[in-house]
C-alpha cells in the first residue's frame, strides 16, 4: 500500500478556548500548535495502520485503537513537559497534571457563560471573586455564546433543575449517562470543591473565579466515561464505519475525557487519525469548538454533519 500525504496542520483549527488575548503574535503561537498536531496525528495514523494489518478480528482492531490513543496521551503530556507555562491566566502550570487519569482525583469542572478572566485587561474584584473589564476574546466570547445554549438547554429539558444531564445513545439503542451542566446551588457547590481540592494541592485558590453566577460542565461518573471510551473505540472499530457512526463515536470522545489536563488535544489528534485511515475523504471536518458542542449542546446537535 503506498504511503499516504501528510495529514495538514489546516485539519486542526484552533479552539477559541486557547485564544484568550486580542494580541495577533500571541495568537499566531497558539494557532502554531497545529502543526504539532498535525504532525502527531500522522505518525499515529501510520502507526494504526500497521497496528490494523495483521488485526484479526474486532477485539485486535480495539486494542490497536486503545494503543494509538495511549501514545497520542503520551505526546500530549511531552508537549506540556516541553511548554514553558499555560494558557492565559490560572494555576501554576503543572505538566503531571496530563498524565493524571480525572478518575483518580475527581470530576472536572470547566466554566462556561461569562468568564472574566478570559477578557482581555480584566481585572481581579474580590468582592465578587470575578473579573471585571477587559475585552472580549474569541475565548470569552465562545463560553458565553455556549453558556446561553446551556440555558436554552436547561429551559427545554430541566427547567426547574439545577442539573441537566446528558443521556448518551449508543448505535444499539443503549443509554449511558454522559456529562452533566451545573448552575444554580449545584454550581457553587463545585466551585467549593473546585476551590477545595486546588487548596489540598497546596495552592492558592485566592482568585478563582468563583463568583457571579457560575455555569460549569462536569465530566461523567468514572464508570460511565470508561464505558463511553469502549463503546467510541467499539464503534471506530467495527466493520462499515460510516461518517456518521464517526461522528457518534467522536462524541462519545469528548464527552469522557481521560487525563485532567489535555484531553481535547488527544481527541482531536486521534480522531483526526483514524477518520483520516478509515474515512479518506469522507472525514467529517473537525469544528473548531468541538469540545463545547459536545459538552453543551447534546448528542443530537453535537453529531450533526
Known amino acids: 500500500m503506498p504511503a499516504l500525504p501528510a495529514i495538514a496542520f489546516d485539519r486542526f483549527p484552533t479552539s477559541p478556548l486557547a485564544l484568550r488575548t486580542n494580541d495577533p503574535i500571541d495568537q499566531a503561537g497558539r494557532r502554531a500548535f497545529s502543526c504539532q498536531m498535525a504532525q502527531i ?7 494504526l495502520a500497521d497496528l490494523l494489518a495483521t488485526a484479526t478480528d474486532t477485539e485486535d482492531r480495539v486494542a490497536a485503537l486503545a494503543a494509538v490513543h495511549t501514545s497520542v496521551t503520551d505526546w500530549r503530556h511531552q508537549a506540556a513537559a516541553r511548554a514553558t507555562g499555560r494558557v492565559g491566566r490560572g ?10 487519569p480525572i478518575a483518580a482525583v475527581g470530576t472536572n469542572y470547566d466554566r462556561i457563560g461569562p468568564v472574566g478572566r478570559l477578557r482581555d ?7 465578587t471573586r470575578t473579573y471585571r473589564g477587559g475585552t472580549d476574546t474569541p475565548a470569552s466570547r465562545a463560553t458565553a455564546h455556549y453558556g446561553l445554549a446551556a440555558q436554552r438547554r436547561f429551559a427545554r429539558e430541566a427547567p426547574a433543575a439545577d442539573i441537566l444531564q ?4 449508543l448505535p444499539d439503542g443503549r443509554t449511558i449517562a454522559g456529562n452533566r451542566i451545573l448552575r444554580g446551588q449545584a454550581a457553587h457547590r ?14 492558592d485558590p485566592a482568585r478563582v473565579e468563583t463568583g457571579g453566577h457560575p455555569l460549569y460542565t462536569a465530566t461523567p461518573d468514572p464508570a460511565d466515561a470508561t464505558l463511553l471510551r469502549a463503546e467510541a473505540l467499539r464503534i471506530l472499530a467495527g466493520p462499515g464505519l460510516t461518517p456518521q457512526l464517526f461522528l457518534t463515536a467522536r462524541y462519545l470522545l469528548f464527552q469522557a475525557p481521560v487525563m485532567k489536563k489535555g ?8 480522531t483526526v487519525a483514524v477518520a483520516d485511515l478509515l474515512l479518506g475523504a469522507d472525514a467529517p471536518a473537525l469544528p473548531a469548538d468541538i469540545d463545547l458542542r459536545c459538552y453543551v449542546l447534546g448528542q443530537q446537535a ?4
Not at 41 to 47: C, E, G, I, K, L
Open 41 to 47: 496525528a500522522t505518525t499515529a495514523r501510520d502507526h
Open 91 to 100: 494555576l501554576h502550570h503543572n505538566p503531571d497534571r496530563f498524565r493524571t
Open 121 to 127: 485587561g480584566s481585572t481581579w474584584h474580590p468582592a
Open 166 to 169: 446528558n443521556r448518551v445513545t
Open 190 to 203: 463545585a466551585a467549593a470543591d473546585l476551590t477545595a481540592r486546588i487548596a489540598a494541592r497546596g495552592l
Open 263 to 270: 484531553s481535547d488535544a488527544v481527541t482531536r489528534v486521534f
Open 302 to 305: 453535537a453529531t450533526r454533519p
